[in-house]
Each structure stands twice: as structure tokens, then as C-alpha cells.
């Protein structure tokens, strides 16, 4: 009787992990990667409500968190660190903006999706670079959908959108 109350939290756990997780790259390897040879300091940022609205106003996109994850490098330029949910599951993504406030990278850190990692392919994720502000950011427009990763391509396009707003609209000027 008593092995039985013992199994239905271990049931729950399995339940509740996801079918599928792959991890890419830990914050620390994208930093390395998309800041070679720069100190990233990283820097504690809690949106206020109206900065949230303002940024959602301005991004069409929902901010899912006001706590963000943001790192400044010495070499100039912010690391972010965040994430999208794709079909049913969060997609752990990094954007690095240069000094100008343009995207200089996107890399996907972990997918726990079941289909749609194309998302990690490096040309589709070359369509952002130089993107900043401003910039329509539109699946089938200025980035490509990749069929079969639709959700996927259109959250993570989604995410680098409201990340470029957080940008111009909060961390420039801090």
C-alpha cells in the first residue's frame, strides 16, 4: 500500500518532462562563441510593468518574463539569454546585439521539441544578423520559414523581435 503514494510523484515527474530535449550549448559556450575573447559581466534587469506594455506595444510579441538575462561584453555589445515557447515547449535561445544595437548572432541553446530544430541551422539563423530595431522581422518576408519548423521559425523570429524593442527601448540607455 505504501509503494503506491511513492509512485504517483515519480509518474508526475516523468509526466511532466519533456518527450525531447537536446542542449546545444551552455550561456557560457554561446558567450565564447559569439564574443570570442570578451568578458561578459552579466547585469540583473527587472522590466516594470509599463516597460513590459511599451515593449509589447512596440513588438506585437507578449513578454513572457519580466526578468531578463542579459550580460554587457567588454568588447562592447549585450548578450542575451531567453526564450520562446515552440509547439508546446520552451526553446532556449541567445541573441548577441552589437554596439549599434544590431543583431549580431542568434543561437539556439536547447530545444525540447519533438520537430523543428532546424531552427538551428546556421544559415537560417545568419537571416537576423545586422537586423536592429525597427526592422519588419516577418516570417515569410525578411526571414525564410523553414516548412516543417513553422511555429518554431516564427516564435524564434518573434522572440529576436521583442529582444531588439527590449533593446531600443530599455538597455540602450542603461
Same mark, same amino acid.
Given at each position: ?53 511599451? +515593449? ?14 542579459? /550580460? &554587457? @561584453?567588454?568588447?562592447? *555589445? ?29 543561437? +539556439? ?14 544559415? /537560417? &539563423? @545568419?537571416?537576423?544578423? *545586422? ?44
Amino acid at each position: 500500500m505504501r509503494s503506491r503514494f511513492l509512485l504517483v510523484p515519480a509518474y508526475a515527474l516523468v509526466a511532466a518532462a519533456p518527450a525531447h530535449a537536446t542542449v546545444y550549448l551552455s550561456v557560457e559556450q554561446a558567450q565564447a562563441l559569439m564574443f570570442p575573447g570578451a568578458t561578459l559581466t552579466p547585469e540583473s534587469i527587472t522590466l516594470t510593468p509599463e516597460q513590459m506594455k511599451a +515593449i509589447e506595444k512596440d513588438s506585437g510579441v507578449n513578454v513572457l518574463s519580466p526578468n531578463l538575462k542579459v /550580460w &554587457r @561584453a567588454s568588447t562592447g *555589445g549585450l548578450f542575451i539569454a531567453d526564450q520562446v515557447v515552440g509547439k508546446h515547449e520552451f526553446i532556449t535561445f541567445a541573441l548577441a546585439i552589437d554596439t549599434q544595437g544590431a543583431v549580431r548572432d542568434v543561437e +539556439i541553446l536547447e530545444y525540447r521539441e519533438t520537430f523543428g530544430d532546424q531552427v538551428r541551422n546556421a544559415a /537560417w &539563423r @545568419a537571416q537576423f544578423t *545586422g537586423k536592429t530595431h525597427g526592422a519588419p522581422l516577418k516570417l515569410g518576408d525578411d526571414i525564410k520559414n523553414i516548412s516543417g519548423a513553422t511555429l518554431s521559425s516564427r516564435h524564434i523570429t518573434d522572440g529576436v523581435k521583442r529582444l531588439l524593442a527590449t533593446y531600443a527601448l530599455v538597455l540602450a540607455h542603461g
